[in-house]
């Protein structure tokens, strides 16, 4: 009975050790993202200096099949950015293939375990960046694709 108790009880407490773990690394990912990440990803920029996290997220979730290799590929690209290498070939033909930044490995693992489970808010700011610089080069393709993306999610 005591045995049965007490394995019970331990059983509770690994659950909470794990889930305060979780949520740990969840804001330790967050707080790296701000630091060394949003100077370029920030979905407000304008003009837009990289794609914002909401997009780079749906890529690599259209790519990856779990949270495991979601997490992989994006450390293989971010540790050493390559065009081969990029999902997003649009953003490279637009922006240039993202700079080599010698980031720590561990962290970044934290930060793409991060951008895996964030709820990230369309990018609303951001597509009417790319609508306002798409119609100044008129480039009525890239205006209407952002466009429908603002009415869809912003309207
Ligand atoms: C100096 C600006 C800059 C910083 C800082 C930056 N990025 Fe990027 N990033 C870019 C640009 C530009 C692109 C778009 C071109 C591309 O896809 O390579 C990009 C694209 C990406 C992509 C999509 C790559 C693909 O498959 O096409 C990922 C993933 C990414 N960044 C992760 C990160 C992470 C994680 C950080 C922070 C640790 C970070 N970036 C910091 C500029 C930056």
């Known amino acids: ?14 659950l ?7 949520a740990d690394d969840f804001m330790k990912g967050k707080a790296l993202v701000g630091e060394q ?7 407000n ?3 837009p200096v990289a794609p914002p996290l909401f997009g780079v997220q749906n ?12 997490v992989a590929k994006m450390t293989a690209f971010t540790m050493a950015p390559t065009a081969e290498g990029a999902l ?8 240039g293939v993202m700079p080599n930044l010698e ?16 709820h990230f808010a369309p990018p609303c700011n951001h597509w009417l960046a790319g609508m306002k610089i798409a119609m100044a080069k008129g ?9 429908k993306r603002y009415q869809n999610m912003c309207e």
């Open 1 to 14: 009975m005591i045995y049965k108790y007490s394995v019970m009880v331990f059983a509770s407490f690994s």
């Open 16 to 22: 909470l050790v794990s889930h305060v773990c979780l």
């Open 37 to 43: 990440c949003l100077s370029c990803h920030d979905a």
């Open 45 to 47: 920029l304008d003009p």
């Open 59 to 70: 890529n690599y979730m259209r790519f990856a099949g779990d949270k495991e290799s979601f």
């Open 88 to 95: 997003m070939t649009k953003a490279v033909e637009a922006m």
């Open 103 to 118: 980031f720590v490995e561990e962290e970044v693992r934290l930060m793409a375990a991060y951008i895996y489970d964030e």
């Open 139 to 147: 480039d009525m393709v890239h205006y209407k694709q952002d466009k």
